[in-house]
């Protein structure tokens, strides 16, 4: 008996408890005419818009299967529904990801399944009404589309594709978000998400080689529109001037310094991110991701690299291969696909992200790192659902949580995990993720930042956390507006690479 001790409490999963339409009528601001019109969608919500949604919905079902298999496959197990961050901080019952997928589902039943059409009320089947409509805008455009519900289903039903699906959807008969569309008409008008000409970037950029050399004595440049460059990066708009993004850009512009590579930002495509993929609009996703095609053949480089961005590597890795002819598995089937495929250098991996570029140099003995200047931070790392879940990085599986880590780990002394609960592929999104990056949903940003931030306090008090590292804008843009709302630094967060620019030892001046 004196042998036997008690096992150690487990951590009770704390279910939070409904608050029905608790944001209801919360959803973000409707895209105007000239908006959703310069993106070739309808200005407003179409006067036949019940039979236009209902033809579309029609559509995507016979263009992608996966959509049917979701609309079919759910048994209503309930392993998803606590599994979002936006259900856990706003306690919502239609912010389940279960009850998310059923606004789409019910309608789906009633009017292409059988036993919808006869016996709706039987089958939870529904007519498209407009409050329907309204709830469905509502809804959709509170999911960041972060898929980590679809972890933990034993279907594996993507709630992301079918919120893509039903934005896709509300798009068609005029019915968009104003953030993500007029992001969206930026990126084709002036070439990025903030919609900064030429010009200024330069200017940015010229300023940031003065306070480079003031900081450092060395010439690091930042350049632009360099013809026969090796390397062409991609990166998010954010990474010319917010903060803490800038810093992150000042770190790969010193990898590319220190290791002597010769590379180059294009004022025509300077964005990474792809707002495409967050309304499901193939058109768009394909029409963005063009840009930078153009781009790396217009410039004549080797190699694509990406800066820190979550989703924009997702779309990267994911389907630039099909979309440009870019990356694994890519069938260069049309004229600029087999140019670019013919102009670039195979024995690197097209594209890369930056972290894989730092790392290989890493592991070439071709950077040199002073980690103590990275001694003030004790660092943690918060996963982005992006690439988390939706990319790899590296030759084996599990790159994407490794390689990041890897690179923190040479440059610093001090870096500690956070619950992996929240890790890897079980991230939390930051609460901002999938278009939702607006002020208008601040609320639910705040509220859906919570499962991350009691983590984050969580390594503070047992810790000493004082830095949380990610490489991804939108997390970067969001952590540091709801931080303080939640007593915390906004400086406390940053990116892997800001990290690399303090440690790294540039050579002789
Ligand atoms: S926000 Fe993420 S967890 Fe929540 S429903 Fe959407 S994909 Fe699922
Ligand atoms: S875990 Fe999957 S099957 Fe279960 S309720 Fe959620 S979506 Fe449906």
Request: hydrophobic content about 40%; overall charge neutral; glycine content about 10%.
């Amino acid at each position: 008996m004196a042998d036997i001790t008690a096992p150690a409490y487990r951590v009770i999963p704390l279910i939070p408890a409904l608050k029905p339409g608790a944001m209801e009528g919360k959803g973000p601001f409707v895209a105007g005419e000239k908006l959703n019109e310069a993106l070739g969608f309808p200005g407003q919500l179409v006067e036949d818009w019940h039979d236009r949604a209902i033809g579309k919905m029609g559509d995507l079902l016979s263009r992608y299967r996966s959509l049917k298999v979701f609309m079919d496959a759910c048994v209503h197990c309930g392993a998803c529904s606590d599994k979002c961050h936006y259900f856990i901080g706003t306690q919502d019952p239609k912010n389940m990801p279960v009850a998310r997928q059923d606004l789409l589902r019910s309608v789906y039943r009633r009017y292409f399944t059988l036993p919808g059409k006869l016996f709706p009320k039987l089958v939870g089947a529904r007519d498209l009404t407009r409050e329907v409509l309204d709830e469905w805008y509502n809804y959709f455009n509170q999911c960041s589309e972060c898929r980590r519900c679809s972890v933990f289903c034993p279907y594996g039903i993507d709630t992301a594709e079918i919120t893509m699906a039903a934005r896709e959807i509300l798009d068609t008969v005029g019915y968009g978000q104003k953030y993500s569309n007029e992001i969206i008409g930026k990126v084709h008008k002036i070439g990025n998400n903030l919609g900064l000409p030429g010009p200024a970037l330069r200017d940015t950029l010229e300023g940031l080689e003065e306070d480079v050399k003031d900081a450092t004595g060395f010439d690091v440049r930042f350049p632009m529109d360099v013809k026969g460059a090796e390397v062409l990066l991609i990166t998010p708009s954010a990474d010319f001037f917010a903060e803490p993004h800038i810093d992150s850009l000042i770190g790969y512009a010193k990898v590319f310094h220190a290791t002597g590579t010769s590379w180059t930002l294009s004022s025509m495509s300077s964005e990474a991110g792809n707002f495409g993929m967050f309304i499901g609009n193939y058109d768009q996703l394909r029409t963005i991701a063009l840009r930078i095609r153009q781009a790396a053949l217009e410039l004549g480089v080797k190699r694509i690299v990406v800066g820190e961005c979550g989703h924009a590597w997702r779309v990267a890795y994911s389907f630039w291969n099909t979309l440009t002819g870019v990356g694994e598995g890519a069938d260069a089937n049309d004229h600029f696909a087999q140019m670019l495929q013919k102009q670039l250098d195979h024995r690197y991996k097209q594209p890369a992200h930056i972290c894989e570029f730092t790392w290989d140099m890493i592991q070439d003995n071709r950077l040199t790192f002073d980690k103590s200047a990275n001694d003030k931070h004790i660092i943690t790392f918060h996963d982005s659902c992006n690439v988390a879940r939706g990319s790899r990085m590296g030759d084996l599986p599990g790159g994407q949580f490794e390689i990041p880590r890897n690179i923190i780990r040479a440059v610093a002394n001090n870096f500690v995990e956070m619950a992996p609960s929240t890790t890897r592929e079980q991230t939390f999104c930051c609460g901002g993720g999938g278009g939702l990056l607006t002020d208008d949903l601040l609320e639910l940003r705040v509220k859906g930042a919570l499962p991350r931030m009691e983590v984050l306090q969580q390594a503070v008090d047992e810790h000493g956390v004082n830095f949380m590292a990610t490489i991804c804008a939108i997390c970067k843009a969001q952590f540091t507006k709801i931080m303080p709302i939640y007593g915390f630094d906004r400086k406390m967060v940053g990116g892997v690479h800001q990290l690399v620019s303090n440690a790294i030892q540039l050579g002789p001046k």
